[in-house]
C-alpha cells in the first residue's frame, strides 16, 4: 500500500535555483494539494487540484507552480528558489466527495533554501 | 485574523489526566470538522471527524458547537503516546470544492 509518495524527502537549493517536488498518489483520489508548514504557522494549503486538467491557488501561491496532467500526479515546481521557502513540504489528496473524507499525507519533503 | 484558531500550548500533563482543547473557526459556512494528530516532524494523519451530535473513539472525545462556531477535544487518561501535536481541521465550500483549512495546532507533553 503506497498511498502518497512524495520525493525527494530532503533538498538543499541555492537561491534561484529550480526543482521540482514530485507526489503520486494510488488511491484513485480526484483531490490533491500541496502544503508548507514552517514553526509557530501550522499547515498552510499553497495549490490544490480537484482532477486532472483542474488546478486552484490557495493561501500562498506566490513562487510556486503546479499542473495536474494525470490523477495520480501532482508536482509542485519552485522556478527560483528564495530562503523564504525553506520549510516542510506536505502532498495530501483525498476523495472529492463532500468534504467529509479523511485527507492522506505523504511523508513530507523537507526543503533548505540557502 | 486565521480562520481557524488553536491555543499553541504546549500542555504539559501527567499520565493519568483528562485534557481538554478547543478550536474556534470564523467562517459560519464551514461544513466539516476534523482532528488530526501530528508527530514530531511527522505527516499529519486523521485522528478523529467531529459531528453535531459529538462522538466518542475510546478515551477521545469530540464536540462541535456551531452556534458559537468551536470545536473540542477531549482526552481522558492520557498516556505517554499521547504527546503529539493536535490540529484543527475544517472545511469550507469554495468554488464547488471542499477546501481543509488547518489551525496551527496545540502542542500536548503528557509526563510519567
Known amino acids: 500500500n503506497a498511498g502518497v509518495t512524495q520525493t525527494p524527502k530532503f533538498q538543499v537549493l541555492k537561491t534561484g535555483q529550480s526543482m521540482t517536488l514530485q507526489c503520486a498518489q494510488d488511491?484513485?483520489?480526484?483531490?490533491m494539494s500541496w502544503y508548507r508548514q514552517d514553526p509557530g504557522m501550522g499547515l498552510r494549503l499553497i495549490h490544490y487540484?480537484?482532477?486532472?486538467?483542474?488546478?486552484d491557488q490557495g493561501e500562498v501561491p506566490n513562487g510556486y507552480n503546479v499542473s495536474r496532467s494525470t490523477t495520480e500526479d501532482f508536482p509542485l515546481r519552485l522556478l527560483s528558489a528564495a530562503p523564504s521557502q525553506t520549510s516542510v513540504y506536505f502532498c495530501?489528496?483525498?476523495?472529492?466527495?463532500?468534504?467529509?473524507?479523511?485527507?492522506?499525507f505523504g511523508e513530507g519533503s523537507r526543503l533548505t533554501v540557502l | 485574523r486565521k480562520e481557524v484558531e488553536q491555543d499553541p500550548g504546549p500542555f504539559n500533563v501527567p499520565e493519568g489526566a483528562t485534557v481538554a482543547f478547543n478550536c474556534t473557526y470564523s467562517?459560519?459556512?464551514?461544513?466539516?470538522f476534523f482532528w488530526y494528530r501530528q508527530d514530531c516532524r511527522k505527516e499529519p494523519k486523521l485522528l478523529m471527524s467531529?459531528?453535531?451530535s459529538g462522538n466518542e473513539d475510546g478515551r477521545f472525545t469530540a464536540q462541535l458547537n456551531r452556534a458559537s462556531q468551536y470545536i473540542s477535544l477531549l482526552i481522558r487518561d492520557s498516556k505517554l503516546s499521547d504527546s503529539a501535536t493536535y490540529l484543527c481541521?475544517?472545511?469550507?465550500?469554495?468554488?464547488?470544492?471542499?477546501?481543509?483549512?488547518f489551525g496551527r495546532g496545540t502542542s500536548l507533553i503528557v509526563h510519567p
Open positions: 495530501a489528496s483525498r476523495f472529492r466527495g463532500k468534504g467529509t473524507g479523511e485527507l492522506f
Open positions: 487540484s480537484v482532477g486532472a486538467g483542474i488546478t
Open positions: 481541521v475544517v472545511t469550507l465550500l469554495s468554488g464547488g470544492s471542499y477546501i481543509p483549512t
Open positions: 488511491m484513485n483520489h480526484e483531490y
Open positions: 467531529v459531528y453535531s
Open positions: 467562517n459560519s459556512a464551514s461544513q466539516s
